[in-house]
Nanobody
């Protein structure tokens, strides 16, 4: 599975961005696809997750109600719509895939690399006035 994140940029607080995760190499119908972010000097954290087949999903408390993950039904592309962005959302954002698991606080938590083993290059989101 290959993944490539894009769509990052500079946005003012309160603004919106949509990140894309283009995938190839395998059908992701049976994979959990997650978005993660890593701010400077901090550990990588799970942000959102979507599983097309088992319909599981996950959002970190810090983004709940502001970020929405979706999938284009005609493409193997996943999106992260980010609204009401805050300076603390500034980070490199990555998409990743995990086979054989559902989206949950466990699989998206501190030990996410146990399950998410296919990673794309990150895209930088900067929220600043």
């Amino acid at each position: 599975v290959q993944l490539q994140a894009s769509g990052g940029g500079l946005v003012q607080p309160g603004g919106s961005l949509r990140l894309s995760c283009a995938t190839s190499g395998s059908s992701l119908n049976f994979y959990a696809v997650g978005w993660f972010r890593q701010a400077s000097g901090k550990e990588r954290e799970g942000v959102a997750c979507f599983h097309k087949t088992d319909r599981s999903s996950y959002y970190a408390d810090s983004v709940l109600g502001r970020f929405t993950m979706s999938k284009d039904p005609s493409k193997n592309t996943f999106y992260l719509q980010m609204n009401n962005l805050k300076p603390e959302d500034t980070a490199h954002y990555y998409c990743a895939a995990a086979g054989g698991v559902s989206c949950s606080a466990v699989t998206m938590g501190r030990d996410h690399e146990t399950w998410f083993d296919s990673w794309g290059q990150g895209t930088l989101v900067t929220v600043s006035s």
